[in-house]
């Protein structure tokens, strides 16, 4: 949105933004995850927890699974048994991980079956009674994980369980998703007895997991933009409104869950003494090898001689581990990596960046909008390379997350010693809005990325813009400094104040239960 004169021209620049972009963060970003939406990474959190009691811990966030319908039953929406999902972070700045954490699923079904005359004939539903806790006797389909540390090379390092701090467990239950108010009737109560403390090795205090569907936090103008901005809005709502004086329209993703990996894990243990900066980014990686089962059954099955786990579903996967999905910084694939490479990018590693450094210092996005809209007062930067980018894509910026000697790298960066600010008084704009403990400094569910991004590959870190002989292009002073937004904003009432931070789920039965 350009919010200079309530100008309508920011539709159509918010229309060739989004237009570049495939469905809101990460969400069907490339065209080979579009076909494996149970690996889709859409969105990574890094931030310093902000709960209070909570100071010196670090929370990262891992959403997989887009676009989730409530109403998605009678299978709702399970994570891959044959995948591998991992939260990687980097403690030097070499651009290569030096801890991983590995999540891997096991979905198991009890067998429960109903006598209909003198038959017993399974059923089929995932539940056929309410529940109210891990397992029970009307569960009929659950799904549990492992937690897995690794020190070094994520394939090759030294690898060790995490277990409950509380029962010494290494497999963790996951919450079913929020079928309806009969099926579970509390679900923010019924979802918190999933919230395990963990011992990880060689930390000194344990950190907290979770692990299930949450309501999706990425807000964004989807449908209408897509259509060529195919919106009459209200004369209310082109008036700037709130203290900031941005405009609002719907969030188009306010009716849709994600499936949430969540830890927060003590600063400490992901630090060293000479650097208090991390790099972090979430991965998931799929079996090199598949091939369909003509007879399939089920994957993991309970009968009297206790859990089948032959793979005999519709899939049978072997070989090695081939890396399918990666997010670190958000909207690096929609509107920085080409079509040609989107793909490639996402089975690449940090490590491996330099080969798509052109994307980041010759940017097309802004080229693109200015002959497409330059009549409307938009000029792209002519300044080349594009250093102001590197900073926020590669490298983090000087002075605030940009750790020493570091090699540039696409991950999301946080300081670890920059102070929280207390939910209520967050700046959704992050550090552009003055807010340090916000995106790019990492990055927590209130930052509105989309309008931050947009702003930055506009040339709003380009300065000064006073014409000087320090102005690194005054032709395009004016341009850099419109209020870019795509008019949706964050609701801070949509997001909870303590671990593990992102809301209830939105119920597949909105109504309560009523027999």
Not at 15 to 32: K, L, N, T, V
Not at 76 to 86: G, K, N, R
Not at 311 to 316: C, L, M
Not at 426 to 438: A, F, I, K
Request: aromatic share 8%; net charge negative.
């Amino acid at each position: 949105m350009i919010k200079t004169n309530r100008s309508r021209a920011w539709m159509a620049v918010i229309a060739a933004f989004m237009a570049g972009s495939a469905m809101a963060s990460s969400h069907r970003e490339a065209p080979f995850i579009t076909t494996r939406p149970k690996v889709d990474g859409t969105d990574f959190y890094l931030f310093n927890s902000y709960e209070a009691g909570r100071a010196g811990y670090v929370t990262l966030i891992a959403n997989y699974l887009p676009l989730q319908d409530p109403q998605g039953g009678p299978n709702y929406f399970f994570l891959d048994d044959d995948a591998l999902y991992e939260i990687s972070i980097d403690s030097t700045g070499s651009g290569v991980a030096d801890t991983t954490f590995q999540f891997r699923f096991t979905t198991t079904t009890q067998g429960l079956s109903v006598t209909a005359g003198n038959k017993s004939i399974p059923v089929p539903l995932i539940n056929i009674g309410p529940v109210t806790g891990p397992g029970g006797a009307t569960q009929n389909v659950s799904q549990s994980y492992t937690l897995t540390l690794v020190k070094g090379d994520r394939r090759t390092g030294t690898a060790t369980p995490i277990v409950n701090a509380s029962t010494g467990a290494t497999t963790f239950a996951k919450p079913l998703d929020n079928i309806g108010a009969k099926s579970i009737p509390n679900y923010a109560t019924y979802a918190a007895q999933f919230i395990y403390p963990i011992t990880i090795p060689g930390c000194s205090a344990p950190g907290k997991v979770f692990v299930g569907q949450r309501q999706d936090p990425f807000v964004v103008n989807l449908g209408e933009t897509f259509d060529l901005v195919n919106v009459k809005y209200p004369a209310s709502q082109l008036a700037p409104t709130g203290t900031n004086g941005r405009n609002y329209v719907p969030n188009s993703l306010a009716g849709y869950n994600v499936t949430a990996l969540e830890l927060e894990v003590p600063a400490s243990c992901l630090t060293s003494a000479s650097n208090k900066i991390i790099g972090g980014y979430t991965t998931a990686s799929l079996r090199q090898a598949m091939v369909l089962n003509p007879v399939p059954q089920s994957a993991k099955s309970v009968g009297s001689v206790g859990a089948v786990t032959t793979p005999t579903g519709a899939e049978i996967a072997g070989g090695s581990w081939l890396q399918v999905s990666r997010l670190g910084m958000p909207l690096v694939n929609e509107l920085v990596i080409g079509l040609p490479d989107k793909d490639r990018w996402n089975g690449s590693s940090p490590s491996g960046d330099a080969q798509f450094a052109d994307y980041v210092t010759n940017p097309s996005l802004p080229v693109l909008l200015q002959a497409l809209f330059g009549s409307a007062g938009v000029v792209a930067p002519n300044v080349y390379p594009r250093t102001d980018l590197e900073a926020v894509f590669l490298t983090g910026v000087a002075g605030l997350n940009k750790p020493a000697n570091v090699v540039p790298a696409e991950e999301l960066r946080l300081n670890t010693t920059t102070p929280v600010t207390a939910i209520a008084s967050q700046n959704d704009l992050g550090v552009l809005g003055g807010d340090l403990s916000g995106f790019p400094n990492g990055r927590r569910p209130i930052d509105d990325v989309v309008d931050i991004t947009l702003r930055a590959a506009m040339g709003a870190l380009l300065m000064p813009f006073d014409g000087s002989s320090m102005d690194p292009d005054p032709a395009s002073d004016a341009s850099r400094q419109l209020g870019y937004e795509d008019g949706a904003e964050p609701d801070p009432t949509n997001y909870l104040p303590a671990f593990p931070y992102l809301n209830t789920p939105l119920a597949g039965s909105p109504i309560s239960a009523t027999e």
